[in-house]
């Protein structure tokens, strides 16, 4: 069955640091998402990708973020300059065009010291 | 606002017991209701969804949810609850629009003792 992949599983990285998260969507999907989950909270919806642009996001997804699909298959999130309060558990998500159900992969880790 | 509400942190049932897990939504469109499930060290796997029709729906693992709209809530059950059912449970609501936002609940942490 297809799924949805993420690299690399666990990030460590310093303050001020950028970082890239990879996620390889279902290859057929359209619609691609970025959340994330710190610790003990709720999964908070980042980005939504669709068509080459972002066609939502959150007011969590500042001008630190920024997202790209590089080639057909990767989906990308950067944080350009990380902070503390980025650590976090960081979900790639996506979805067919009349399927509705959003996929996750297994998450990226980040942790910033 | 916009928001889902899962009462219970933490539940512990006896292997073998039924399990019913509590989820309430505030929406502004119609909703389309998700169970998913995440497994120590793994990412989130979808358990059942809700768009329209049978207001019970039936999802994997034995797992069944079923949609009260005059109630705002949409509960999962499950009759006999095994081992490894232990996880942590999230109920999210998204509209009918691929490309929405999901927007979860803060999770239900389910213990089965033995």
């Known amino acids: 069955e297809p799924e949805v992949t993420q690299t690399p599983s666990h990030q460590v990285t310093q303050m001020g640091q950028e970082v890239i998260l990879r996620c390889v969507p279902i290859?057929?999907?359209?619609?691609f998402y970025w959340y994330r989950q710190i610790l003990g909270q709720k999964v908070e919806f980042l980005v939504s990708?669709?068509?080459?642009?972002?066609?939502?996001k959150s007011e969590i997804f500042d001008d630190q973020f920024s997202v790209e699909r590089p080639d057909g298959s990767n989906f990308t999130l950067k944080i350009r300059s990380t902070k503390l309060e980025d650590s976090a558990m960081y979900f790639c998500?996506?979805?067919?065009?009349?399927?509705?159900?959003?996929?996750f992969g297994p998450g990226t880790r980040l942790t910033v010291l | 606002a916009q928001s889902v509400t899962q009462p219970d942190i933490h539940i512990t049932v006896s292997e073998g017991a039924s399990l019913e897990l509590r989820c309430n939504y505030s929406?502004?469109?119609?909703?389309?209701l998700f169970w998913y499930v995440q497994s120590p060290g793994q990412g989130l796997q979808l358990l059942l969804k809700?768009?329209?029709?049978?207001?019970l729906v039936q999802g994997i693992k034995g797992f069944e949810a079923e949609f009260k709209r005059s109630q705002s809530s949409f509960n999962l059950r499950k009759p006999s609850v095994h081992w490894s059912d232990a996880a942590e449970y999230f109920c999210?609501?998204?509209?009918?629009?691929?490309?929405?936002?999901?927007?979860f609940g803060k999770g239900t942490t389910l213990s089965v003792s033995s």
């Open positions: 929406y502004g469109a119609t909703p389309y």
């Open positions: 809700y768009f329209s029709g049978d207001t």
């Open positions: 999210a609501v998204g509209s009918n629009q691929a490309g929405t936002a999901l927007i």
């Open positions: 290859s057929n999907h359209l619609y």
């Open positions: 990708f669709y068509n080459n642009e972002i066609s939502e």
């Open positions: 998500a996506s979805c067919g065009d009349f399927t509705d159900t959003q996929y």
